[in-house]
């Protein structure tokens, strides 16, 4: 006989066990029939949902349509959406790293707190219309590492304070639309230089001092409403020797009880190598307090290491009942999600906008900061040259403005060669649309020309934070090879586009720019600041130690 949960029917332990898993779903994929026809087994084998990743706009919205359709229970379709949907979806809108977005807003100024929350509701109506009801943001994590390989740029900062602020303004917003909004990566994944991908992190604090740092965000999540809670794969010794995502002191002794926290508690991905070195990880995450299996390598395998687990006695069937209560809960309140027509192109301006506002004067000797620590002024680098050397008193070269192509072009009885360009870090996400006319050799990394003293140079330095890589900035070799060129250089700027804290290495520069992402659209703004069609707004989030 079946047992109703809220109204849901599910008819044998099979069902409960598939519930606890939010299996992959590769959204360029679905116009395979093999695929398609995978994950619709799943779908009737009771799969709790799925986490999307990548796809087009109309098609991927079809398929989560047509799943919700014969799925019993309603699916949860959760995605990575730090950068909007776009980061996942093509046809939607890419905003930039949350970073970004407490670079660009001042959270005591009204406008900038408005443009905060419609951009957060832009994102969640996005989410809306493709059928994603489980975006997994906000991440929570304080990233007081500057070596941290696969936090980085996706944090709001390094402080506690404005962490706090901007997630309960992202858990609202979302929350606010019937969004299952999701706070990560709990207990704090910021102060660790390992990617969790690739090993285990290992946190040295005390309790007492998660207390009062990596906790504060979480206390502040739970406090505005969020309804899930990731638990990262990592490890504290000063509380417990398993990973987080595995200890029941953690989860249940501290999220549960302490901070009294009742929505749905989500692993991280179960397909990183963090815990690769455990053995019935499916089970101890259950058994620890988790709610909710994400990612899995085979769900089918899942189940079956769950029911042998209960078999044996190491899994208790109550805990299983007690998550899926939690999860058609969660589901019930799906309904009260409505789609509403989507303004994609005042998204996309949005996003522009806010892109603009986040670049950030880090170091202009010839500038000065207004009242509120913004670089208000284009930094006077590129200077005329004459026959006796660099004059201060000629306009900069960069008001001059593009040629026809949208390219930078010098002014008239300037030679190129003065101009130079160093293309640093991962060149793939380099668009010489927006750098052409800088000097660049066909590899994209100049090497300096004959006298190269009298150069100005721009050095942009490309990153990315993901995971598998093991770091977010640039290798030691293509650092030292960078402040060598710099040395040479007679006047330069250095503009991170990625990971702020490459700027340490460059203390010498005349400017440093931190531009907190490396896509077209953030190039594109760069340029715009450099060349005084914009103003430098951003303020830098985190401490650069140079």
Known sequence: MGVSYGGFQITTMQQKLYQ???????????????YRARIIELVRKGIGGFIVFGGELESIRSFIDEMQSLAEIPLFIASDIERGVGQQINGCTIFPSQMAFSAAVDKHNPEDVCMLRDAVRAIALEATDVGINMPLIPVLDINSNPDNPIICTRAFSDNAGDVSWFGT????ALEGTGLISCA???????DTSIDSHIALPVITKSYDELVKTELVPFVEAVNAGVRSIMVGHLTLPAVDSAPASLSAKIITEILRKKLGFNGLIITDALNMSALDDF????ARCMSAGIDILLHPTDPDVTVKQLEEAIYSGMLDKGIIDNAVERIIKAKRDLSKIKKVHIDYNKHEALSEHITERAITLVKAGLTKDDENGRGRNVPHIFQGRNENGWDKNVPPILDIGLDRRGFLTPPEGFADENVQLIIAGEKKFYDPSVWDGMGVDTKGFSTPPEGFSHSTTIFAIFSETAGWKGRSGINEQEKDLLIDILKSSGKSIVISLGSPYVLRYFSDADVLIAAYGNNEKTQRAVMNCLMGKIEFNGRLPVKIVT
């Open 20 to 34: 606890l898993i939010i299996s992959r779903l590769n959204g360029h994929d679905i116009h395979s029939e093999a």
């Open 169 to 172: 303004e992202y858990i609202k």
């Open 279 to 282: 053995d019935n990880v499916p």
């Open 184 to 190: 990560k990566h709990f207990p704090g994944h910021g």
